[in-house]
């Protein structure tokens, strides 16, 4: 069974910036894509990012976009989402998930495309 595990949540101060890590181990598919989700309390977990196994291509959330970016070091097993410019808006748990394809799509994929998940790191931004 493909196993994730999320790391580099913290509390971060208004257009800071931070890293998270997705750790994959266990079964590894030979392609799979990965999602982030985040899911900030009182709301519906919402799909912000997806990046392809090769890494060359990835699809964002309007939300994020222009502010987050994907990227994967399939050597280390490791994707990475770089945000800058963090708002408050964006404080929640930060989830990856994984999926057996090669390719996101133009879209994010719902989380249900998904069955693989980490349990979550927390980011918040304030001041």
């Known amino acids: 069974q493909l196993q994730l595990v999320e790391s580099g949540g913290r509390n971060v101060q208004p257009g800071g910036s931070l890293r998270l890590s997705c750790k994959a181990s266990?079964?590894?598919?030979?392609?799979?894509?990965i999602g982030w989700f985040r899911q900030a309390p009182g709301k519906e977990r919402e799909g912000i990012s997806c990046?392809?196994?090769?890494?060359?291509?990835?699809v964002y959330s309007d939300s994020v976009i222009g502010r987050f970016t994907a990227s994967r070091d399939n050597s280390r097993h490791t994707t990475y989402l770089h945000m800058r410019n963090l708002k408050p808006e964006d404080t929640a748990v930060y989830y990856c998930?994984?999926?057996?394809?090669?390719?996101?799509?133009?879209?994010?994929?719902?989380?249900?495309?998904?069955?693989?998940w980490g349990q979550g790191t927390q980011v918040s931004v304030s001041a």
């Open positions: 998930a994984a999926d057996g394809v090669p390719r996101c799509g133009t879209v994010v994929p719902t989380s249900n495309w998904f069955g693989d």
């Open positions: 266990g079964v590894i598919p030979d392609d799979y894509i």
């Open positions: 990046i392809d196994h090769s890494g060359y291509g990835a």
